[in-house]
T-cell receptor, first 113, second 109 residues
């Protein structure tokens, strides 16, 4: 997954702790996304960024903030982690080059105790 | 009701079998459709886009029925390596890509 890099791959937090999930792309695309994936729920969009400096809420934004300071990076911040935020988080970019597809990073597995 | 619905399976089929998955979507404004494959504990990867006229890629055939609002995926001559979860996706607009919960396929030797 050279195109989209997520860090960290695994993280364990205690309730109330904060952390930032990092996502960086080297594919020079405008649109970036954060999804979470839970058993039986599929992937749900947390936040979306159409371009540098712009962000929009997705389906499940509560408890999260995002930052898109440049074209390359899109970070997701949990200010006060809750057990309900235990999930696998995927960052994705929208590739548009003759055809359209979401290209995902390898994911971050987060556990909140 | 979920916006994109799939039978979760699992579908257990022998090698060489043909298997079909269906997916329904509720948003009539959906314009783009995809099938993604996801292996256990891995990220989803695009398997194929779904075009109005239907399309084929080797052993995989995708169909779209806009009137009934469903898409399908047919896998012929199943291989052990086809074992995975298949995610149906409907897109409307630049950012709204709605994923189904996935259908698990296990191909048995």
């Amino acid at each position: 997954n050279a195109g989209v890099t997520q860090t960290p791959k695994f993280q364990v937090l205690k309730t109330g702790q904060s952390m930032t999930l990092q996502c960086a792309q080297d594919m020079n695309h405008n649109s970036m996304y954060w999804y979470r994936q839970d058993p039986g729920m599929g992937l749900r969009l947390i936040y979306y960024s159409a371009s540098e400096g712009t962000t929009d809420k997705g389906e499940v934004p509560n408890g999260y903030n995002v930052s898109r300071l440049n074209k390359r990076e899109f970070s997701l911040r949990l200010e006060s982690a809750a057990p309900s935020q235990t999930s696998v988080y995927f960052c994705a970019i929208l590739y548009r080059g003759g055809y359209e597809k979401l290209f995902f990073g390898s994911g971050t597995q987060l556990s909140v105790l | 009701r979920k916006e994109v619905e799939q039978d979760p399976g699992p579908f257990n089929v022998p090698e060489g079998a043909t298997v079909a998955f269906n997916c329904t979507y509720s948003n009539s404004a959906s314009q783009s459709f995809f099938w993604y494959r996801q292996d256990c504990r891995k990220e989803p990867k695009l398997l194929m886009s779904v075009y109005s006229s239907g399309n084929e890629d080797g052993r995989f055939t995708a169909q779209l029925n806009r009137a009934s609002q469903y898409i399908s995926l047919l896998i012929r001559d199943s291989k052990l390596s086809d074992s995975a979860t298949y995610l149906c996706v409907a897109g409307s607009g630049t950012y709204k890509y709605i994923f189904g919960t996935g259908t698990r396929l296990k191909v048995l030797a």
